[in-house]
Protein backbone atom coordinates (compact mmCIF):
# COMPACT_ATOMS: atom_id res chain seq x y z
CA UNK A 1 0.00 0.00 0.00
CA UNK A 2 2.97 1.72 0.59
CA UNK A 3 4.70 1.52 -2.04
CA UNK A 4 1.31 2.19 -4.58
CA UNK A 5 0.75 5.73 -2.31
CA UNK A 6 4.31 6.65 -3.01
CA UNK A 7 4.38 6.01 -7.14
CA UNK A 8 0.84 7.03 -7.93
CA UNK A 9 1.62 10.66 -7.31
CA UNK A 10 4.75 10.57 -9.70
CA UNK A 11 2.79 8.61 -12.25
CA UNK A 12 -0.12 11.76 -11.96
CA UNK A 13 2.16 14.25 -12.60
CA UNK A 14 3.80 12.54 -15.09
CA UNK A 15 0.52 12.06 -17.08
CA UNK A 16 -0.06 15.81 -16.53
CA UNK A 17 3.21 16.78 -18.25
CA UNK A 18 2.40 14.54 -20.99
CA UNK A 19 -1.50 15.47 -21.52
CA UNK A 20 0.16 19.19 -21.29
CA UNK A 21 2.88 18.31 -24.10
CA UNK A 22 0.49 17.14 -26.11
CA UNK A 23 -2.50 19.23 -25.82
CA UNK A 24 -0.43 22.99 -25.97
CA UNK A 25 1.42 22.17 -29.56
CA UNK A 26 -0.52 25.40 -30.71
CA UNK A 27 0.33 27.12 -28.11
CA UNK A 28 3.34 26.40 -27.81
CA UNK A 29 3.50 27.49 -31.31
CA UNK A 30 1.93 30.45 -30.79
CA UNK A 31 4.06 31.76 -27.95
CA UNK A 32 7.56 31.37 -29.78
CA UNK A 33 6.32 32.82 -33.32
CA UNK A 34 8.80 36.17 -32.18
CA UNK A 35 11.61 34.05 -31.20
CA UNK A 36 11.58 32.07 -34.51
CA UNK A 37 13.68 33.18 -37.80
CA UNK A 38 12.28 34.96 -40.45
CA UNK A 39 11.80 31.54 -42.59
CA UNK A 40 10.67 29.03 -39.67
CA UNK A 41 8.17 32.06 -38.82
CA UNK A 42 6.70 31.10 -42.35
CA UNK A 43 6.21 27.73 -41.53
CA UNK A 44 4.20 28.29 -38.39
CA UNK A 45 2.36 30.66 -40.13
CA UNK A 46 1.30 28.09 -42.78
CA UNK A 47 0.21 25.61 -39.50
CA UNK A 48 -1.57 27.70 -37.40
CA UNK A 49 -3.44 28.95 -40.49
CA UNK A 50 -4.93 25.47 -41.45
CA UNK A 51 -3.65 22.95 -38.62
CA UNK A 52 -5.87 20.24 -39.72
CA UNK A 53 -4.76 20.70 -43.09
CA UNK A 54 -1.09 20.26 -41.83
CA UNK A 55 -1.16 17.28 -40.57
CA UNK A 56 -2.50 15.60 -43.41
CA UNK A 57 0.67 17.14 -45.89
CA UNK A 58 4.02 15.80 -46.61
CA UNK A 59 6.94 17.92 -45.71
CA UNK A 60 7.54 19.29 -49.35
CA UNK A 61 3.78 20.01 -49.25
CA UNK A 62 4.06 22.45 -46.86
CA UNK A 63 7.47 23.45 -47.62
CA UNK A 64 6.13 24.72 -51.38
CA UNK A 65 3.48 26.43 -48.88
CA UNK A 66 5.08 27.79 -46.43
CA UNK A 67 7.84 29.23 -49.55
CA UNK A 68 10.58 27.60 -47.48
CA UNK A 69 13.36 24.37 -47.82
CA UNK A 70 12.44 21.11 -46.18
CA UNK A 71 15.46 21.42 -43.86
CA UNK A 72 13.95 24.57 -42.22
CA UNK A 73 10.30 22.53 -41.81
CA UNK A 74 12.57 19.99 -39.97
CA UNK A 75 14.21 22.98 -38.13
CA UNK A 76 11.46 24.26 -37.05
CA UNK A 77 9.84 20.66 -35.88
CA UNK A 78 12.74 20.45 -33.62
CA UNK A 79 12.46 24.31 -32.02
CA UNK A 80 9.28 22.44 -30.53
CA UNK A 81 10.64 19.51 -28.79
CA UNK A 82 10.11 17.45 -31.72
CA UNK A 83 12.45 14.74 -33.15
CA UNK A 84 11.31 15.72 -36.63
CA UNK A 85 8.63 16.51 -39.04
CA UNK A 86 6.72 13.17 -38.93
CA UNK A 87 6.85 13.18 -34.65
CA UNK A 88 5.54 17.27 -34.99
CA UNK A 89 2.85 15.74 -37.31
CA UNK A 90 1.91 13.43 -34.17
CA UNK A 91 2.05 15.97 -31.63
CA UNK A 92 -0.09 18.32 -33.93
CA UNK A 93 -2.45 15.67 -34.70
CA UNK A 94 -2.70 14.77 -30.66
CA UNK A 95 -3.13 18.66 -29.78
CA UNK A 96 -6.36 18.80 -31.95
CA UNK A 97 -8.28 15.30 -31.27
CA UNK A 98 -7.89 15.84 -27.65
CA UNK A 99 -8.83 17.88 -24.85
CA UNK A 100 -11.97 20.40 -24.71
CA UNK A 101 -9.24 23.44 -24.61
CA UNK A 102 -9.55 23.02 -28.34
CA UNK A 103 -13.19 22.75 -28.57
CA UNK A 104 -14.32 26.06 -27.57
CA UNK A 105 -12.91 28.62 -25.41
CA UNK A 106 -16.11 28.34 -23.16
CA UNK A 107 -16.24 24.44 -22.76
CA UNK A 108 -14.72 23.41 -19.16
CA UNK A 109 -13.76 19.72 -19.12
CA UNK A 110 -16.51 19.58 -16.13
CA UNK A 111 -19.30 20.45 -17.80
CA UNK A 112 -22.79 18.30 -18.18
CA UNK A 113 -24.18 17.88 -21.00
CA UNK A 114 -26.87 20.24 -20.57
CA UNK A 115 -23.80 23.22 -19.82
CA UNK A 116 -21.86 22.80 -22.90
CA UNK A 117 -24.50 22.13 -25.02
CA UNK A 118 -26.14 25.49 -23.44
CA UNK A 119 -23.20 27.27 -23.91
CA UNK A 120 -22.22 26.08 -27.73
CA UNK A 121 -25.70 26.97 -28.85
CA UNK A 122 -25.66 30.45 -26.63
CA UNK A 123 -21.88 31.21 -28.10
CA UNK A 124 -23.53 29.98 -31.67
CA UNK A 125 -26.54 32.49 -31.90
CA UNK A 126 -24.68 35.66 -29.84
CA UNK A 127 -21.96 35.39 -32.52
CA UNK A 128 -24.26 35.09 -35.67
CA UNK A 129 -26.34 37.74 -34.70
CA UNK A 130 -23.18 39.86 -33.76
CA UNK A 131 -21.79 39.25 -37.88
CA UNK A 132 -25.40 39.76 -38.96
CA UNK A 133 -25.52 43.16 -37.71
CA UNK A 134 -21.69 44.06 -38.60
CA UNK A 135 -22.74 42.41 -42.22
CA UNK A 136 -22.03 44.99 -45.29
CA UNK A 137 -24.78 44.75 -47.03
CA UNK A 138 -23.93 46.49 -49.99
CA UNK A 139 -20.99 44.20 -49.89
CA UNK A 140 -23.49 41.61 -50.08
CA UNK A 141 -25.57 43.23 -52.92
CA UNK A 142 -22.63 43.17 -54.88
CA UNK A 143 -21.72 40.03 -54.77
CA UNK A 144 -24.43 38.67 -55.47
CA UNK A 145 -24.79 40.71 -58.94
CA UNK A 146 -21.46 39.58 -59.57
CA UNK A 147 -22.71 35.80 -59.11
CA UNK A 148 -25.88 36.49 -61.06
CA UNK A 149 -23.89 37.75 -64.12
CA UNK A 150 -21.14 34.89 -63.57
CA UNK A 151 -20.76 32.04 -66.78
CA UNK A 152 -19.25 29.82 -63.88
CA UNK A 153 -18.30 30.51 -60.71
CA UNK A 154 -15.25 28.52 -58.16
CA UNK A 155 -15.79 27.63 -54.79
CA UNK A 156 -12.22 27.26 -52.79
CA UNK A 157 -11.48 26.56 -49.56
CA UNK A 158 -8.93 24.65 -47.13
CA UNK A 159 -9.63 22.96 -44.07
CA UNK A 160 -12.93 23.78 -42.77
CA UNK A 161 -13.51 25.86 -45.11
CA UNK A 162 -13.39 23.73 -47.95
CA UNK A 163 -16.47 21.91 -46.24
CA UNK A 164 -18.07 25.42 -47.00
CA UNK A 165 -16.48 25.70 -50.30
CA UNK A 166 -18.45 22.52 -50.73
CA UNK A 167 -21.59 23.52 -49.27
CA UNK A 168 -22.05 26.43 -51.55
CA UNK A 169 -21.03 24.33 -54.89
CA UNK A 170 -24.36 21.81 -53.81
CA UNK A 171 -26.32 24.51 -53.44
CA UNK A 172 -25.33 26.13 -56.25
CA UNK A 173 -24.80 23.67 -58.86
CA UNK A 174 -28.72 23.71 -59.21
CA UNK A 175 -28.97 27.16 -60.49
CA UNK A 176 -28.08 26.58 -64.29
CA UNK A 177 -24.37 27.76 -64.20
CA UNK A 178 -21.23 25.79 -63.84
CA UNK A 179 -20.09 25.47 -60.37
CA UNK A 180 -16.08 24.18 -59.87
CA UNK A 181 -15.38 23.41 -56.06
CA UNK A 182 -11.48 21.93 -55.34
CA UNK A 183 -9.93 21.14 -51.93
CA UNK A 184 -6.88 20.55 -54.03
CA UNK A 185 -4.51 23.49 -53.97
CA UNK A 186 -2.80 22.03 -57.24
CA UNK A 187 -6.53 21.80 -59.25
CA UNK A 188 -7.34 25.08 -57.63
CA UNK A 189 -4.47 27.02 -58.98
CA UNK A 190 -5.30 25.50 -62.90
CA UNK A 191 -8.56 26.48 -62.38
CA UNK A 192 -7.54 29.40 -61.58
CA UNK A 193 -5.02 29.49 -64.68
CA UNK A 194 -8.21 28.85 -67.11
CA UNK A 195 -10.09 31.77 -65.94
CA UNK A 196 -11.64 34.80 -67.87
CA UNK A 197 -13.45 37.84 -67.53
CA UNK A 198 -17.04 35.97 -67.31
CA UNK A 199 -15.74 33.78 -63.97
CA UNK A 200 -15.98 34.64 -60.50
CA UNK A 201 -13.78 32.82 -58.00
CA UNK A 202 -15.27 32.80 -54.39
CA UNK A 203 -12.34 31.92 -51.79
CA UNK A 204 -13.50 30.98 -47.89
CA UNK A 205 -10.97 31.63 -45.37
CA UNK A 206 -11.48 32.95 -41.87
CA UNK A 207 -8.03 33.51 -40.98
CA UNK A 208 -7.03 35.17 -44.41
CA UNK A 209 -3.93 34.53 -44.58
CA UNK A 210 -3.31 31.10 -45.71
CA UNK A 211 -0.73 31.57 -48.62
CA UNK A 212 -1.70 29.60 -51.12
CA UNK A 213 -5.33 31.23 -50.96
CA UNK A 214 -3.84 34.87 -51.53
CA UNK A 215 -2.04 33.30 -54.18
CA UNK A 216 -5.37 32.04 -55.66
CA UNK A 217 -7.04 35.58 -55.54
CA UNK A 218 -4.11 36.62 -57.16
CA UNK A 219 -4.13 34.48 -59.77
CA UNK A 220 -7.49 34.56 -60.65
CA UNK A 221 -7.59 38.70 -61.18
CA UNK A 222 -4.72 38.16 -63.12
CA UNK A 223 -6.65 36.07 -65.96
CA UNK A 224 -9.44 38.60 -65.60
CA UNK A 225 -11.76 36.55 -63.45
CA UNK A 226 -13.70 38.36 -60.25
CA UNK A 227 -12.36 37.20 -56.96
CA UNK A 228 -14.98 37.44 -53.70
CA UNK A 229 -13.14 36.96 -50.70
CA UNK A 230 -15.35 35.24 -47.45
CA UNK A 231 -13.05 36.06 -44.34
CA UNK A 232 -11.99 38.67 -41.89
CA UNK A 233 -11.65 42.32 -42.09
CA UNK A 234 -7.62 43.58 -43.05
CA UNK A 235 -6.38 39.99 -43.83
CA UNK A 236 -4.42 39.67 -46.76
CA UNK A 237 -6.87 38.10 -48.94
CA UNK A 238 -9.33 40.69 -48.11
CA UNK A 239 -7.05 42.81 -49.80
CA UNK A 240 -6.24 40.52 -52.93
CA UNK A 241 -9.91 40.20 -53.71
CA UNK A 242 -12.09 41.83 -56.15
CA UNK A 243 -14.81 42.21 -53.74
CA UNK A 244 -14.66 41.13 -50.04
CA UNK A 245 -17.23 40.09 -47.53
CA UNK A 246 -16.24 40.47 -43.92
CA UNK A 247 -17.22 38.31 -41.00
CA UNK A 248 -16.57 39.82 -37.41
CA UNK A 249 -16.19 36.52 -35.86
CA UNK A 250 -14.68 36.48 -32.01
CA UNK A 251 -12.99 32.77 -33.00
CA UNK A 252 -9.05 32.08 -32.38
CA UNK A 253 -9.28 29.74 -35.05
CA UNK A 254 -5.54 29.27 -34.06
CA UNK A 255 -6.31 27.44 -31.25
CA UNK A 256 -10.01 26.32 -31.02
CA UNK A 257 -11.47 24.38 -33.50
CA UNK A 258 -13.75 26.35 -36.05
CA UNK A 259 -17.51 26.55 -34.81
CA UNK A 260 -18.74 29.99 -35.31
CA UNK A 261 -16.36 30.80 -37.97
CA UNK A 262 -17.85 28.03 -40.26
CA UNK A 263 -21.85 28.55 -38.98
CA UNK A 264 -21.13 32.61 -40.19
CA UNK A 265 -19.60 31.26 -43.43
CA UNK A 266 -22.55 28.87 -43.86
CA UNK A 267 -24.78 31.10 -43.38
CA UNK A 268 -23.58 33.46 -45.43
CA UNK A 269 -23.33 31.28 -48.37
CA UNK A 270 -27.12 30.71 -47.86
CA UNK A 271 -27.72 34.27 -47.77
CA UNK A 272 -25.66 34.71 -51.64
CA UNK A 273 -27.62 31.79 -52.52
CA UNK A 274 -31.29 32.73 -51.65
CA UNK A 275 -29.99 35.93 -53.30
CA UNK A 276 -29.25 33.93 -56.25
CA UNK A 277 -32.56 32.32 -56.29
CA UNK A 278 -34.58 36.10 -56.35
CA UNK A 279 -32.32 37.67 -59.60
CA UNK A 280 -34.61 37.69 -61.93
CA UNK A 281 -32.35 35.99 -65.05
CA UNK A 282 -31.50 32.10 -63.55
CA UNK A 283 -34.38 29.28 -63.49
CA UNK A 284 -33.32 26.83 -60.53
CA UNK A 285 -32.92 23.64 -61.75
CA UNK A 286 -35.01 20.73 -59.61
Known amino acids: MLKRLMISPINEIASIDERLVTMNMLEKIQS ?26 SIAALALEAGVSEPTV ?5 SLETRGFPDFKLHLAQSLAHGTLYVNRNVDEDDSVESYTGKIFESAMASLDQVHHSLDMSAVNRAVDLLTQAKKIAFFGLGSSAAVAHDAMNKFFRFNVPV ?23 IISHT ?9 AQLARENDAMVIAITSAGTPLAREATLSITLDVPEDTDIYMPMVSRLAQLTLIDVLATGFTLAPRRKIQR
Open 32 to 57: RLEHLSKSERKVAEVILAEPAQAIHS
Open 74 to 78: NRFCR
Open 180 to 202: IYSDDIVLQRMSCMNCNDDDVVV
Open 208 to 216: GRTKSQVEL
